[in-house]
């Protein structure tokens, strides 16, 4: 029931991009994205609805695919900022808006100078 | 600022004490959770509330337990700490749109900056 995150682990240098995707094998109704720095709480990027709404934040969007219960997380022209943890939370169909979340793995970023 | 709170932010203690990590929150949210993370893992929802006098278990099974008596407090309770208690505890909560709170989206978790507890 965790979604699957790959890869596991990205290393960048500052202007690259990356894409980390998140995929699952129940009908979701959303998908949320958050990143944690070490040693910090997670902090909220975006959520993806079923529906097809896209949401982005700065230079970070993500797509939905909803036939295939895949999202993918696109970070372009990335900062050294951008380094951390990257997790995604799936809401399943179904589970009444409970809010309940279920978060993969984590892929974790590095962003070299 | 910080709008979820939790105490203490670190806690050392030793075995059969027991302990209980306070979160609180002033955004108004309907749901609140507790999740256990491990250094560098995933986070495992372990309770969850709707609101005042509800809650329910998470996926992942603990021997804590947990009350809701007031919309914006959920403490966090074990009994008898021991050493595989150990790991960092979250504390998140959240709204629907429409609903009260800052910058609700849909289901939007704002987090607390967690417990780090280490049972001896």
């Known amino acids: 029931q965790q979604p699957v995150q790959s890869p596991q682990a990205v290393i960048l240098r500052e202007g690259e991009d990356a894409v980390i995707n998140c995929s699952s094998s129940k009908a979701l109704y959303s998908v949320h994205w958050y990143r944690q720095k070490h040693g910090e709480a997670p902090v909220f990027l975006m959520i993806?609805?079923?529906?097809?709404e896209q949401k982005g934040h700065d230079k970070i969007s993500a797509s939905f695919n909803e036939k295939k219960q895949q999202s993918s997380l696109y970070l372009t022209a990335s900062q050294l900022s951008y380094s951390g943890t990257y997790f995604c939370?799936?809401?399943?169909?179904?589970?009444?808006?409970?809010?309940?979340?279920?978060f993969g793995q984590g892929t974790t970023l590095q962003v070299k100078p | 600022e910080a709008d979820i709170y939790q105490t203490p932010r670190y806690l050392v203690i030793g075995t059969g004490k027991k302990i209980t990590l306070e979160c609180s929150q002033t955004?108004?949210?309907?749901?609140m959770y507790w999740y256990q993370q491990d250094p560098g893992m995933e986070l495992h929802l372990i309770h969850y509330s709707y609101g005042v006098n509800s809650t329910e278990k998470g996926d992942l099974s603990s021997e804590s337990t947990v009350s809701r008596i007031r919309t914006e407090h959920f403490p966090l309770t074990l009994e008898s700490a021991r050493p595989s208690h150990t790991s960092q505890y979250l504390c998140?909560?959240?709204?629907?749109?429409?609903?009260?709170?800052?910058?609700?989206?849909?289901?939007?978790?704002?987090f607390g900056p967690g417990t780090r507890l280490t049972v001896l």
């Open positions: 993806l609805l079923k529906g097809g």
């Open positions: 955004m108004g949210h309907d749901k």
């Open positions: 939370g799936t809401e399943i169909s179904g589970s009444s808006n409970t809010g309940k979340l279920i």
């Open positions: 998140a909560s959240s709204a629907a749109p429409g609903a009260s709170g800052r910058r609700s989206s849909y289901n939007e978790q704002f």
